[in-house]
């Protein structure tokens, strides 16, 4: 199974208590990590994170640098609990424009981790679906139409490795009901599950919560009702 979160609200979070931004990312970085703990313990195979947009290099350079700060900073620390809990990461998106020596840690972060085989960790960084699907289109033979070879230039253009099904379940927190440009072809038949609570306060409670909800949706994909309902496809986590 794979999930895909778009965690946002770490803004408003910190501005509601009259806090700086940057505190609401560092305080949305724990929720990251209480997040793919549960994911490893509920089976889920695929977690995709979405942690900076390519528009959101729009932000105020201030906002821009503590978030890449923030997330070096979670990659060197993070790197031997993954190894230890057989996490892979793998860090989707463009690689052109963020520092060299963030790009060294990436590369060395998916090496150290490749042996994990029990959840594959994607973060996405400077990532846009529709950047993406645009180069993965020009690497496509005029004429092909072939589904499965535009996924693989996709994959090769994010730098999916190893390639990821599609999503099953996105879900978003923070109150708002849009998909900012993430994994729009990847979410072709993704239930999705709007949640309103800020990305800080995303706990495994309401993972757990998102979860329900999933398996209670019933997945057509343009065919007709199911006769027999689908077995669960997650391990239950704590109930709120
Ligand atoms: C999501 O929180 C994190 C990133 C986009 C990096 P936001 O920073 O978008 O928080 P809000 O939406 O402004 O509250
Ligand atoms: C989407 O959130 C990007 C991330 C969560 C990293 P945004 O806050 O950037 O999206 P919009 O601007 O509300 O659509
Ligand atoms: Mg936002």
Redo the contacts with the bound molecule.
Sequence with gaps: MHVAI??????????RRGLN?SI??QV?ARAVRRVVEAAARSGIEVLTL????SD?WS?PTT?VSS?MRLFRRYLQSEVARCVDNGIRLNIIGRRDRLAADLVSIIEQAERVTADGARLTLRLAVDYSARDAIAHAAALTPVGSASRDEFAKNLAAVTHSSPAAPAVDLLIRT?G?RRLSDFLLWECAYAELVFIDD??PDFDEAAFAAALREFQRRERRYGSVMPSVPPAPQVVPLATR
Excluded: K, P, Q, V
């Design positions: 778009i965690m946002d609200g770490n803004g408003r979070w910190a501005e931004r609401g990312h949305g979405y942690a900076f947009s959101n932000r906002e978030l923070g708002e800020y990305w």
